[in-house]
């Protein structure tokens, strides 16, 4: 069974930059898609990304498009998220999910989430 931890989360402020980790155990991580949601306080749950196996083809939100980064290192089991200028709207709890493939509606397995706080 697989496991996603996620990490990285904290508290920024607007115009900055985080990272965000997806770490899986269990199982090997590519052997799946991973996407990235995050769901906004009053807000539903938004897919905002997605990469596939081999890190070769990744999909954005247009919400995030430019500014946020999907990479994988299969190595080390570890999908990133890579945030720049952060505005208060990013404001969010960020998952990874693991699919078989991005177009894929169900996920397999999601991470417990890290929060996202930008504020000055």
């Known amino acids: 069974q697989l496991h996603l931890v996620e990490s990285g989360g904290g508290l920024v402020q607007p115009g900055g930059s985080l990272t965000l980790s997806c770490v899986g155990s269990?199982?090997?991580?590519?052997?799946?898609?991973i996407a990235w949601f995050r769901q906004g306080p009053g807000k539903e749950r938004e897919r905002i990304s997605c990469?596939?196996?081999?890190?070769?083809?990744?999909e954005y939100a247009d919400s995030v498009k430019g500014r946020f980064t999907i990479s994988r290192d299969n190595a080390k089991n570890t999908v990133y998220l890579q945030i720049n200028s952060l505005n208060p709207a990013d404001t969010a709890v960020y998952y990874c999910?693991?699919?078989?493939?991005?177009?894929?509606?169900?996920?397999?397995?999601w991470g417990q989430g890290t929060q996202v706080t930008v504020s000055s």
């Open positions: 999910a693991a699919k078989p493939i991005c177009r894929v509606v169900a996920s397999d397995a």
């Open positions: 990469i596939d196996r081999s890190g070769d083809n990744t």
């Open positions: 269990g199982l090997p991580l590519d052997n799946y898609a």
